[in-house]
């Protein structure tokens, strides 16, 4: 396996969206105005890394089945991921995942089962990588300790927890960690906080750095080794589905660390990225392109940071 930019580790589903005019009432049908498949899960890092220029590989286990093949096919061939470190699995079925998409948001329901292979089963030495990604939560992840003594830069998300306990010792593994990416109600959740703020600050003392996202108010992000603190508001456009939003939103400030940019510049992209996905159907595949940031950066002339940081990094 090549050195990487980066590895990512979690679940991957096949997600099919559903764009709806409203939401779904017992007893009543609902017509979807648009409908579209992706990969899901995890491949929203992967893929959103990949077109940014980044040399991505990921560690996840597939179903030996259509879905899985479907996915994988779709992950190596169209979006040039390595899968060395994925596994196709017999008689486990591959997670997929209905998202229903209205009034700017989305409901999310899985059909899936935990994998029969963790992700320390999957990377049994570290990864050569300048940075590792990875979905925390109840389950093992000794590898990112492994990872970070190997020399890469650790960054953690967390995702929604389906049983609402919100157990707090899933935090216990940001000690390997030097960027943590939650979103404002996973952060409140897990800190048993009001605000996202209090969230932030709560979770400045367990890792350097703490990126909260927040949808259509912004993120607010702190580098505890620094003090620095800064707020950047959300980029304004029409909200087609939000689905992987988050994902898209890490993958962008990924980048941007790997590019050594300052703290108020890598949020701000990531705010972009986040943004220009949200506009299309779908998690991974509405990830954007230097294709779609470029177009932003014409029709965008007045905001000169991004114009430039744009124009560097175009074409990798």
Same mark, same amino acid.
């Given at each position: ?209 703490? +990126?909260?996202?927040? =949808?259509?108010?912004? $993120?607010?992000?702190? @580098?505890?080794?620094?003090?620095? /603190? *800064?707020?950047?508001? #959300? ?12 994902? +898209?939103?890490?993958? =962008?400030?990924?980048? $941007?660390?790997?590019? @050594?940019?300052?703290?108020?510049? /890598? *949020?701000?992209?990531? #705010? ?35 114009? #430039? ?8």
């Amino acid at each position: 396996m090549e050195e990487l930019d980066v590895v990512v580790s979690g679940l991957v589903f096949q997600d099919l969206v559903l764009g709806l005019p409203t939401p779904p009432r017992p007893g009543t049908e609902v017509w979807a105005t648009d409908s579209h498949e992706s990969p899901g899960g995890i491949a929203n890092f992967a893929v959103a890394l990949a077109r940014l220029g980044l040399r991505t590989g990921m560690a996840a286990a597939f179903g030996a089945d259509d879905l899985g093949d479907r996915l994988w096919d779709r992950l190596t061939t169209d979006e040039g991921i390595d899968l060395t470190l994925s596994r196709k699995l017999p008689h486990w079925p591959t997670p997929l995942t209905v998202a229903l998409a209205y009034d700017n948001d989305r409901a999310l329901v899985t059909r899936g089962s935990a994998s029969p292979l963790s992700a320390d089963d999957l990377i049994t030495t570290p990864p050569k990588a300048k940075a590792v990604a990875a979905h925390i939560g109840p389950w093992p992840n000794e590898w990112l300790a492994k990872a970070k003594s190997a020399g890469s830069v650790v960054f953690a998300d967390v995702g929604w927890d389906p049983t609402e306990q919100w157990d707090p010792a899933v935090l216990d593994q940001l000690e390997y960690c030097d960027v943590f990416l939650p979103n404002a109600d996973e952060a409140m959740a897990y800190t048993r906080t009001t605000s996202p703020a209090a969230a932030l600050e709560a979770l400045a003392p367990r890792v350097p750095v703490v +990126v909260v996202s927040n =949808g259509a108010h912004g $993120a607010e992000a702190i @580098d505890g080794r620094t003090g620095e /603190r *800064v707020a950047v508001p #959300a980029f304004s456009v029409p909200a087609a589905d939000t689905t992987g939003a988050g994902d +898209v939103f890490a993958a =962008g400030f990924i980048a $941007a660390t790997l590019w @050594d940019l300052p703290l108020a510049q /890598r *949020v701000r992209f990531a #705010a972009l990225t986040a943004a220009l996905s949200v506009t299309k159907l779908g998690g991974a595949d509405a990830a954007p392109r230097w294709a779609d940031l470029a177009r932003w950066q014409q029709e965008h002339p007045e905001d000169q940071h991004l114009q #430039a940081l744009i124009s560097a990094h175009s074409g990798r």
